[in-house]
T-cell receptor, first 111, second 113 residues
Framework: QKEVEQNSGPLSVPEGAIASLNCTYS??????FFWYRQYSGKSPELIMS????GDKEDGRFTAQLNKASQYVSLLIRDSQPSDSATYLC???????????FGGGTRVLVKP | DAGITQSPRHKVTETGTPVTLRCHQT?????MYWYRQDPGHGLRLIHY???????DKGEVSDGYSVSRSKTEDFLLTLESATSSQTSVYFC????????????FGPGTRLTVL
């Protein structure tokens, strides 16, 4: 079983709709959780970090964390064609010095 | 890219030749990382450094070595490149600590023929 799991997609979303991405992880000691966006041929770019249970909002992005259920999610509101990318979930180890990445979810926003 | 450069950006080499990739940062971050990214495998950690001359292995370290003689530079060496090492290599940096965030460089596309 992979340590960090994501649905590979593609997740097809109409422009203006909400895209919902999920990620589950296996290490109960993990304390830090990250979402990265990666455009084709580019490097991963940090869009959200979350450390406590609950929701964290930043513009059109909302990250949700539930440590008891070991999942973290990302909502993209008012999706735009420019949001079309692969979204990587990353989880820190208990020591806080390494990240484990999920395989990524490809999102396609259709005009 | 948060003050991170990688060189070269593209390289084509032949099986059996040595290859060195360089990562340079201007952020004075303690941690530096080398990842490879392959279709179907995602991002995988090769090696990382937690200070000058302090390095440790990641999950896919076989066939790779690293060195860090200065805070700003982290080198990845393929002693004898193989076709299975054809990949995109990313360097990342982090300040350290339990809530550490990593920032990625632009990547190096390596092709081993």
């Amino acid at each position: 079983q992979k340590e960090v799991e994501q649905n590979s997609g593609p997740l097809s979303v109409p422009e203006g709709a909400i895209a919902s991405l999920n990620c589950t992880y296996s290490d109960r000691g993990s304390q830090s959780f990250f979402w990265y966006r990666q455009y084709s041929g580019k490097s991963p770019e940090l869009i959200m970090s979350i450390y406590s249970n609950g929701d964290k909002e930043d513009g059109r992005f909302t990250a949700q964390l539930n440590k008891a259920s070991q999942y973290v999610s990302l909502l993209i509101r008012d999706s735009q064609p420019s949001d079309s990318a692969t979204y990587l979930c990353a989880v820190n180890n208990a020591a806080g010095n390494k990240l484990t990445f999920g395989g990524g979810t490809r999102v396609l926003v259709k005009p | 890219d948060a003050g991170i450069t990688q060189s070269p950006r593209h390289k084509v080499t032949e099986t059996g030749t040595p290859v060195t990739l360089r990562c340079h940062q201007t952020e004075n971050h303690r941690y530096m990382y080398w990842y490879r990214q392959d279709p179907g495998h995602g991002l995988r950690l090769i090696h990382y450094s937690y200070g000058v001359k302090d390095t440790d292995k990641g999950e896919v370290s076989d066939g790779y070595s690293v060195s860090r003689s200065k805070t700003e530079d982290f080198l990845l060496t393929l002693e004898s490149a193989t076709s299975s090492q054809t990949s995109v290599y990313f360097c990342a940096i982090g300040a350290g600590g339990g809530t550490d965030t990593q920032y990625f460089g632009p990547g190096t596309r390596l092709t081993v023929l």
